[in-house]
């Protein structure tokens, strides 16, 4: 059976209960309060008079409150309920409980309610894995608080329980014992403190400094990000709700660093609730024409964490951005290499790609000279150290033989790399997608070299690199015969010949050659690449291809809507508006919510997309996709001095209007329309450009 | 072996980085460096100040005045040496609180990143592929 669970989360901490607001202990499953990747609650059961409680409704508020209403004991035993409970509960820095309970007897009532509460300190790769604690943990009452803690050499975590009403205090959680009048109430607020390496002798430490630092209210700073971004109407209705949604989503994911200033995205609830290069940077470039202020801290971090040395066990390497950052007991005791770990062949050139799309939005220049010389550490690991083999491409081989990644492409699972025959191909590995990166950064680089760094030559330098590559490029990884590129080189520089979507990103890059182009569109919408929802990660040509394989069958809206921006620089307007219908239909049966991936069933198969067993929702990219798939749409384009409008929709969408879309302009809107009739296109009053704001 | 942070600092101060070509220009500011003995007393305090593109060194006997510190960095004499030498990281003893900081934590982390070296069991990537090609 499928365990219904709810999450209410602020960033990098949240809370994952059943129905009924409870957490009962599940050592190999996410539920529980986490923060900092650490469980700092395992069991959360409340009782009335010793029975458990049921729902009978709830409401979802926000991102970070969830109202529960509840009925003491089974639905099925009960006959007129004599109390009810409403149970409220808060993310923030804590986690914040508030319980009413009502007496709708005319009688009045002794009533015992209690709180089972307990936290086993896992960290959240101990729970996908099932592993035992090292360390010890301890319990004990202070001042009517309960207080549970964890040690492991100088490695502290605690959970401090306290609530607003005296109540009994027990090892394993409190009990309130109250008499309600005929129709009387009574509440409670009970808070669940999580406390990282507690400062000793009055040390503030920069984890007691963090904990303490004021924050924004959630609820007005979410009603000011709301705000600031554009304005969507359109008569598509999973259009306006897969964008409300992916806003609200963006803005609940978003955490704050113990350094950066600026909250920054994470990647997906619950496995990858934390920076990840690859993911926070293609969020950036999907949301930059809606909401540009999450990509300045994005980079701002990343640059600061930028590789400087040569470790193995982190596969760091000067220059190079990192992959995942983790901060729970298996990363301080290096047991797992996330301090931060760097195993990914892509997040490099692609955050050269994300400095100059930022500034071609933002016109921020001052950005893109303050990041010269973490873009130019960042190209310069292209060809040192990205480039294994000497031999022009990006390969990638991990260093960490003990748990880095075998494949460190955005498809990091073990299998995702296959020739069409099934077979893996030997390490080192150049997937296809790098190069066009690679090509993108020297482009993008080459533009920034000559307008702000002032440095024509190294400009030069960089577009010859850039030609060479995309000229070897469509000589080594083309096949002719079957007219797609190659999913990756081998390590003998011999084409891994599946056909996977990963070509979707060359167009996006623009290393394909323009008459190669119509057949690259044409596989990516053919049958065995396109579900009907979306492209598949691989095409069911592939001995290898499983509708339910993670990225050997699934469909990813993150790589569908990377794929569509790609259609679209070639001009493929209609298969990209395509892409975009079966995206945001999709969204429609995930209440606006696109998962991680769905499953690469057809279509008309199953009529309506099958979630992938265990995706992460909310997904920070998949949050992005309907973004970008707007831009995309409306055919978008920054100009120093207008935003370009050149909208393509698809037939299910009559309309769509974007206002106060933010830029180097000041705020611009953008129409589009689709005739009623023949289905030509028309854009509305190109864009209104409104200066300054 | 004698003292290996000293050495480290010193190096630094003459504007040469373990792992980075020049001292990056950002961030600025003053690092109290608190070194302990085992049981936790403070026995000798560095302060080394980050600014422009350069690092100035107070030694601990110095009599200069003490700078006003933006962060600390305190741990014993056994860690900073570890740290000097690579054999530990700044980032996973900081999360395992080996080691206190306190104050400016990107400018500790950026001060860690240029005086102490990289593990000196590491690879250049494409020497890790000839070796595990084999002869």
């Known amino acids: ?693 | 072996m004698g003292d290996q942070l000293a050495d480290a600092l010193q190096t630094l101060e003459r504007g040469k980085s373990r792992t980075f070509k020049s001292i990056p220009p950002e961030p600025t500011g003053t690092v109290r460096l608190d070194v302990t003995e085992s049981a936790g007393t403070v026995v000798k305090q560095w302060f080394v100040t980050l600014e422009s593109g350069t690092a100035r060194v107070r030694r601990p006997d110095s009599e200069t005045p003490r700078p006003e510190p933006d962060a600390v960095l305190r741990t014993d004499k056994d860690t900073f040496d570890r740290l000097v030498r690579g054999e530990e990281r700044f980032v996973p003893l900081f999360f395992r609180n080996a080691l206190v900081v306190e104050g400016h934590l990107g400018l500790v982390h950026m001060l860690a990143m240029v005086l102490f070296a990289g593990p000196p069991t590491g690879h250049h990537p494409r020497d890790f592929v000839h070796e595990e090609a084999g002869p």
Not at chain 1, 111 to 125: G, K, Q, T, Y
Not at chain 1, 284 to 289: A, D, G, M
Request: proline letters at 7%; one cysteine or more; a negative charge.
């Open chain 1, 1 to 693: 059976m499928v365990k219904k669970t709810l999450s209410i989360l602020d960033g990098n901490t949240f809370l994952v209960t059943d129905v009924r607001g409870d957490v009962t202990p599940s050592p190999n499953s996410p539920a529980g309060l986490f923060s900092f990747d650490t469980r700092f609650l395992s069991t959360w059961v409340l009782r009335v008079n010793g029975e458990r409680l049921s729902p009978m409704s709830r409401s979802d508020l926000q991102f970070f409150e969830t109202r529960f209403f509840l009925v003491p004991g089974e639905p099925t035993h009960y006959v007129n309920a004599k109390l009810s409970v409403i149970r409220k509960q808060t993310i923030g820095i804590c986690l914040v409980e508030r319980l009413v309970v009502l007496n709708h007897d005319i009688e009045p009532a002794d009533v015992s309610i209690r709180i089972d509460a307990d936290a086993d300190f896992a960290d959240i790769f101990e729970v996908k894995e099932n592993q035992p604690k090292r360390g010890r943990r301890s319990v004990c009452q202070e001042d009517g608080r309960l207080c549970l803690h964890y040690e492991r050499a100088t490695f502290y975590r605690d959970t401090i329980i306290s609530s607003d009403r005296p109540a009994k205090v027990d090892d394993g959680g409190m009990t309130f014992d109250i008499r309600l009048e005929p129709h009387g109430r009574w509440d409670v607020e009970l808070q669940v403190e999580p406390i990282i390496n507690r400062g000793v002798g009055g040390s503030v430490t920069v984890w007691e400094a963090y904990r303490r630092r004021s924050r924004p209210q959630v609820r007005e700073e979410l009603e000011r990000w709301i705000a600031r971004a554009p304005r969507l109407a359109s008569d598509y209705e999973p259009l306006t709700a897969a964008y409300k949604r992916s806003l609200y989503d963006l803005a609940a994911m978003r955490y704050s660093s113990l350094t950066a200033t600026s909250p920054i995205p994470t990647a997906g609830l619950p496995w990858f609730m934390t920076l990840f290069g690859r993911d926070s940077i293609f969020i950036s470039l999907q949301t930059l024409p809606f909401v540009p202020a999450l990509t300045p801290p994005v980079l701002g971090l990343l640059g600061t964490l930028q590789g400087s040395t040569f470790d193995d066990f982190r596969e760091e390497e000067p220059g190079k951005i990192l992959h995942e950052f983790r901060y729970g007991e298996s990363a301080a005791f290096e047991e797992q290499p996330h301090t931060p770990y760097y195993g990914s062949a892509d997040a490099t050139p692609l955050f050269v790609i994300l400095l100059d799309e930022y500034e071609r939005w933002s016109g921020d220049v001052e950005a893109v000279r303050r990041f010269e010389p973490q873009a130019r550490a960042a190209l310069n690991w292209i060809d040192e150290y990205g480039d294994l083999l000497g031999t022009g491409y990006v390969y990638y081989r991990r260093r960490n033989t003990r748990n880095g990644l075998e494949n460190q492409c955005w498809k990091d699972s073990r299998d995702s790399i296959s020739y069409r025959d099934g077979r893996l191909p030997a390490l080192p590995r150049a997937t296809c997608e790098l190069q066009g990166y690679a090509y993108d950064a020297k482009i993008r680089g080459a533009r920034m070299a000559r307008d702000f760094w002032n440095d024509p030559e190294y400009a030069d330098r960089l577009e010859g690199e850039a030609a060479q590559l995309r000229e070897q490029f469509n000589r080594d990884f083309w096949i002719e015969e079957e007219g797609y590129y190659a999913l990756a080189l081998d390590p003998e520089g011999k084409r891994v010949d599946a056909l996977a979507s990963n070509m979707g990103h060359l167009l996006w890059s623009g290393i394909v050659e323009p008459d190669r182009a119509r057949r690259v569109a044409d596989h990516l919408l053919g049958p065995s690449l396109f579900s009907g929802w979306g492209v598949r990660t691989l095409s069911t040509t592939n001995l290898r291809y499983n509708p339910v394989g993670y990225h050997v069958g699934a469909v990813w809206p993150f790589d569908n809507s990377i794929i569509a921006w790609g259609l679209w620089r070639y001009g493929f307007r209609e298969e990209a508006a395509r892409i975009a219908d079966g995206m945001i239909t999709a969204s429609g049966y995930f209440d606006g919510r696109l998962p991680e991936a769905f499953a690469g069933y057809e279509r008309s198969l199953t009529g309506y997309p099958v979630e992938y067993p265990a995706a992460c929702s909310p997904q920070g990219w998949s949050a992005g996709a309907p973004l970008l798939l707007l831009r995309t749409m409306l055919g978008l384009s920054p100009y120093p001095d207008h935003l370009a409008v050149d909208p393509y929709l698809p037939p299910s969408v009559g309309r769509i209007e974007l206002l106060d879309i933010p830029g180097r302009w000041g705020r611009a809107d953008a129409f589009g329309r689709r005739r009623q009739r023949d289905g030509d296109q028309q854009a509305g009053p190109v864009a209104r450009l409104t200066h300054g704001e």
